[in-house]
């Protein structure tokens, strides 16, 4: 039986960082929690890419963009939906989630889901490095172990 497990290596290819504006005030702090994990894992800033779009629901396209170059080795969206007094926040969110996934499956590249869905402001902050942790470190972790693993699947 052969198990394969990802490690949190560095990797010597590229990270695409995609990061929504709106809700700045909060996707600002994920993307410094990526950033942050990425180098204490041993990239540079060279190998860290950042593309910021308008909001959540712009995030898919610009990852798409980014995976076609063929330039990276694992992709993390980050973004902030935050419920508001309409159903508007259902429809970005199910569009968001589908959209992200997708590419990672098309492209067969690594493709973090760092978008916090949230219903109130303070359960957003919270997890942008409160008390809830940093969404976008945990993604920064995540990349690389899935980085590692696709590795170690292609090798065997
Ligand atoms: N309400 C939030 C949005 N809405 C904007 C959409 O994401 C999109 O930019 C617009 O509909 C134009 O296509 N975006 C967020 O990231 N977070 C929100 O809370
Ligand atoms: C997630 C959203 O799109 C939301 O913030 C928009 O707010 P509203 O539903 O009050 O228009």
């Known amino acids: 039986m052969t198990t394969f497990s990802g490690n949190y290596q560095a990797t010597d290819g590229k990270i695409g960082i995609v990061v929504a504006r ?8 994920l993307l410094a929690g990526a950033q942050d994990s990425l180098e204490r894992h041993g990239l540079t800033s060279n190998q ?10 712009e995030i898919p396209l610009a990852l798409q963009n980014l995976a076609q170059t ?13 419920r508001g007094e309409t159903s508007h ?5 199910n569009e968001v989630a589908k959209g992200v996934a997708q590419v990672g499956l098309q ?4 493709t973090m889901f760092g978008v916090l869905t949230t219903d109130t402001v303070e359960q957003a902050v919270n997890r942008a490095g ?3 942790g940093n969404k976008g470190a945990d993604c920064a972790e995540s990349v690389l172990e899935m980085i590692d693993l696709q590795h170690q699947i292609n090798l065997n």
């Open 22 to 29: 709106f809700n700045n005030f909060v996707t600002e702090r």
């Open 107 to 110: 492209q067969n590249l690594p």
């Open 70 to 82: 063929k330039q990276y080795a694992g992709l993390i969206a980050l973004g902030a939906v935050i």
């Open 130 to 132: 409160v008390k809830g």
């Open 48 to 57: 860290i890419d950042i593309a910021w779009v308008p909001g959540a629901f």
């Open 89 to 93: 926040y259902d429809y970005v969110c």
